[in-house]
């Protein structure tokens, strides 16, 4: 069940502790786009229940039963003026995957729909991932003049380059869950979300005996390689903002513009 039924316009992060299970919920009425306020929100959120001793296990989800992502507010990213305002934009996207690699608990993803761009990312740079047949994910970046640049390490670390030039460059498709599931992205995929849910529980309930120091120390050797991800991730997004302002993307995005 949702943390919240109803959502406003401005979106929500919601957060919620159940016997050691901190379940945090992010919602916009985009298709569940993460304008930068709500970026900063999650990485809030995730640096505290990385510090809280009473978590033992994140879950992260979104609002509603349709798109589980649809990755940067693209009315934010209509905005950019500048090559300060781009990376400021295209580093909110970093902050979450490192503070997801950060975080000292591990992070479930619990993916109940389509997911594109940055939504990708967020699912990649989880620990584990559960998902539903419909829950298609999509790199579009490049059909409007930039690339998956910030978010590329975290997909390549899950699926490998070859699958991620493959999302990448076939930006126009979706690619299905279950090709998600084969190239390592999603963990599990359930034909419905009931099934989801139940197998969601069960693996928290299983997490939640198990040592955390154990759990820690194995998040820590899964992600080694990675402490770099501080300084590139935010390297990629100066890339993607000065992108953002060449003339051809200027082109591509006009028409979406505010007269």
């Known amino acids: 069940m949702p943390m919240n039924d109803s959502i406003n316009e401005k979106g929500h992060v919601l957060s919620h502790n159940l016997d050691g299970v901190k379940t945090i919920e992010f919602g916009h009425p985009a298709h569940n786009s993460l304008p930068s306020d709500l970026l900063d929100q999650l990485v809030q959120s995730i640096d505290h229940a990385s510090e809280d001793p009473e978590v033992k296990v994140v879950i992260l989800r979104s609002h509603g039963q349709r798109s589980f992502c649809a990755g940067a507010s693209f009315q934010e990213l209509i905005a950019i003026e500048d090559e300060t305002q781009g990376l400021n934009f295209f580093s909110g996207f970093a902050r979450v995957i490192n503070a997801m690699r950060r975080c ?27 998902a539903v047949e419909f829950a298609a994910v999509k790199l579009s970046e490049l059909t409007i003049g930039i690339g998956p640049f910030v978010i590329a390490p975290a997909v390549a670390r899950k699926i490998g380059v070859a699958n991620l030039s493959a999302l990448s460059i076939d930006a126009q498709g979706f690619r299905s869950a279950r090709w998600a599931e084969s190239k390592g992205l999603y963990t599990q995929v359930f034909d419905t979300v009931k099934a989801m849910d139940l197998g969601l529980d069960e693996l928290c309930m299983d997490l939640k005996q198990y040592n955390l120091d154990a759990m820690s120390a194995l ?41």
Do not use: N
């Open 219 to 259: 998040k820590s050797v899964l992600w080694s390689g990675t402490e770099h991800w501080e300084e590139l991730l935010l390297q990629r997004a100066a890339m993607s903002g000065r992108l953002i302002l060449s003339p051809e993307t200027k082109a591509k995005l006009a028409p979406y513009k505010p007269s």
């Open 104 to 130: 000292k608990k591990f992070i479930i993803a619990r993916v109940h729909g389509k997911a594109v761009g940055g939504g990708v990312g967020i699912i990649a740079a989880a620990d584990y991932a559960v």
